[in-house]
């Protein structure tokens, strides 16, 4: 199977722990991300190694799906990863965030095989995911400081 890989940058004007804050905890995730109507932690400390997410989305239609994130690397104020099951394939998340003084540089990655599926969905992903950061964006930026975690 092939693997599909996208990339979307965005700058943030606040600073790298509060955006690293909120996008290390994916019970932030229905607050940005159109696609989850809910997200509670079942296991483990918020953002860290080993935690475990149960995720409610909306998928095509008026259907939702049952779905777990479970968290596989978090470097403080860095790096966040996370694999997210229940879906028509698993998909590898990865949150990067750059400091830029006092501003932050968010690069959010999204890898999975999907085969020729993959292929075919995979513009419809890029546009969620530039949607979605934009919104988290407007999300972060339009909160006084500290506020939006």
């Known amino acids: 199977m092939g693997v599909t890989l996208i990339e979307v940058k965005k700058e943030i004007t606040k600073p790298v722990e509060e955006v690293f804050a909120f996008v290390s905890d994916p019970a932030h995730d229905p607050k940005w991300r159109q696609d989850v109507l809910s997200a509670e932690l079942i296991a483990?400390?918020?953002?860290?190694?080993?935690?475990?997410?149960?995720?409610?989305?909306?998928?095509?239609?008026?259907?939702?799906?049952?779905?777990?994130?479970?968290?596989?690397?978090?470097?403080?104020?860095?790096?966040?990863?996370?694999?997210?099951?229940?879906?028509?394939?698993?998909?590898?998340?990865?949150?990067?965030?750059?400091?830029?003084?006092?501003?932050?540089?968010?690069t959010v990655s999204v890898r999975f095989e999907g085969g020729a599926m993959g292929k075919i969905v995979a513009p419809k992903i890029r546009r969620e995911v530039e949607r979605d950061v934009t919104t988290l964006k407007e999300l972060l930026e339009a909160d006084p400081p500290g506020g939006a975690a």
């Open 44 to 106: 483990g400390e918020p953002g860290k190694v080993g935690a475990s997410y149960r995720h409610e989305v909306k998928m095509i239609g008026r259907r939702t799906m049952q779905g777990s994130v479970e968290v596989t690397e978090s470097r403080p104020n860095d790096l966040f990863a996370c694999r997210v099951s229940g879906g028509p394939f698993p998909v590898d998340l990865t949150f990067k965030v750059e400091n830029l003084g006092g501003r932050s540089g968010l």
